[in-house]
């Protein structure tokens, strides 16, 4: 099981390093894709938002990679991952299976790191106790 642990932590590190990293690149203008997909992301690089989610995306990558903070890159992760499966599931259905792949080593990892997220699951049943 650690051995697992170790795998889907280093994959999902280097996924997202890379990507962090290539979001600081300069995007050509031949390489934005037709279409609405490509409006959304001209909108992204001219407001500055690749910039931000390449950030968190190669920081995270890298506290996954150096296995520091796991939990905190997983939390940083999650929500990122949400937008990019909305992202692809709509405008780009083509990296849909890609995503899922990241979503459930994502998931796997939170499992493996549930005690760390202890206090979250508690309280959703304390909620259902008092209710």
């Known amino acids: ?54 950030l968190v995306e190669a920081v995270s990558g890298l506290l996954l990679l150096a296995g520091r903070f796991v939990p905190l890159a997983l939390t940083l992760l999650a929500g990122l991952l949400v937008n990019i499966m909305l992202f692809n599931a709509t405008l780009f259905p083509g990296a849909v299976l890609p995503t899922l792949v990241l979503g459930a080593l994502e998931i796997f990892l939170v499992w493996a790191y549930r005690e760390s997220f202890a206090g979250v699951f508690a309280a959703k049943a304390r909620l259902k106790a008092t209710a």
């Open 1 to 54: 099981m650690k051995i697992a642990v170790i795998i889907a932590r280093v994959l999902l590190g280097i996924a997202f390093v890379f990507a962090g990293v290539m979001k600081f690149m300069p995007m050509k203008p031949g390489s934005i894709p037709p279409g609405d997909t490509g409006a959304m992301v001209t909108l992204m690089v001219a407001h500055k938002w690749m910039l931000f989610y390449g």
